[in-house]
């Protein structure tokens, strides 16, 4: 268990926006008259997932690839998992494959605030940026056999007692998983230097510790346990978007009172120095992706908010977002 300074978490964090070498794909254009390239699906393209199986990176990664080859966008698209150090080990996979057109990363907010605290020499500002995806708010979710049935019932046994209460989430500190619980200690009054944290790699790996009741509660995004969710396995006590979640019968954390709304998001880049072409066409790829049924049904699906930006707004969306992460955390002694 880790301890954090998370007081100063809540007050500074609030200032986050949250809310294999090659030369390039067989065949990468779509077909997109912008791209410059020959007619036809992309054949090779990988999608590098940097946690473990299971969690939101390699949920979004595989929901992306079915629509890919179910639209013939792609061919036979590859998703494979590098885990490790919060997702710093496939961000130095990505960055170290410089060229290499025909492998992606699915990444997000957890990325860029572990980059920092496992002092990273790579950077996500090395990538280059092609899509961010979509958001999601976050959720305070128990085992179906806690005490806890309500949110007010958490808190009130959390401000009593902070460290005796184990805080789970699937990313490392600066995370959204981490600073989810962390801005949610600072809201009801709680002094977030007793809060004890809990990191897992990604949600595959902090499902287990949810349902073996190894945990107080869990910070993270609710469309990752759907269907433990749906099952009763897992029991939301509350949600920290704007509005409620579709299919989620849970309350909003301003609904239940407390003044705090936070969204994490994901989207995808590729290795420094790719072509223009291959830059051009796997952003019309993932364009086209974007614009099928069988994404918006995905985005259903699990729960997600439609957040589509690429190329250069994206960039300059990551740009921003890396830079208010790494001052949040260098204030805090974290980074």
């Known amino acids: 268990m880790r301890q954090f300074r998370a007081l100063r978490v809540a007050a500074v964090a609030a200032g986050i926006a949250l809310m294999a070498t090659g030369c390039g794909a067989t065949g990468k254009s779509t077909g997109s008259e912008s791209s410059g390239a020959a007619a036809g699906p992309i054949t090779g393209l990988q999608i590098m997932v940097p946690n473990t199986p299971g969690g939101g990176y390699d949920t979004t990664a595989r929901a992306a690839a079915k629509v890919l080859d ?44 572990a980059s920092y605290t496992n002092k990273s020499e790579s950077k996500l500002t090395e990538t280059t940026p092609l899509a961010k995806l979509i958001e999601e708010p976050g959720a305070i979710m128990v085992s179906k056999d806690s005490p806890y049935k309500t949110i007010d019932d958490l808190v009130k046994a959390w401000k009593a007692n902070p460290g005796s209460i184990a805080v789970g989430g699937g990313s490392s500190p600066g995370g959204p998983d981490h600073l989810l619980p962390m801005q949610l200690a600072g809201a009801v009054g709680i002094d977030a230097t ?140 974290l980074a």
């Open 70 to 113: 179910d639209e013939k966008i792609s061919t036979n698209t590859e998703v494979f998992n590098l885990a490790g150090a919060g997702g710093t080990v496939g961000l130095a996979r990505i960055v170290n494959e410089k060229g290499n057109g025909d492998l992606t990363m699915l990444m997000g907010l957890g990325v860029v605030g």
């Open 194 to 333: 007793k809060v004890n944290f809990v990191s897992y790699d990604g949600g595959g790996d902090l499902l287990p510790a949810i349902l073996g009741n190894k945990l107080g509660f869990a910070a993270s995004g609710a469309g990752e346990y759907l269907q433990q969710i749906k099952s009763g396995e897992i029991r939301v006590l509350a949600t920290s978007g704007e509005n409620r979640l579709d299919g989620v019968d849970a309350p909003t954390l301003k609904e239940s009172n407390i003044d705090l709304v936070f969204t994490n998001w994901r989207g995808v880049v590729a290795p420094p120095g790719i072509s223009e072409d291959d830059k051009k066409s796997l952003i019309a790829a993932l364009e086209k992706m974007h614009a099928s049924a069988g994404w918006k049904e995905a985005l259903k699906t699990h729960s997600w908010s439609d957040a589509f930006v690429t190329g250069d707004e994206f960039q300059t969306f990551l740009t921003d977002q890396d830079k208010r992460v790494a001052d949040v955390l260098t204030k805090l002694g």
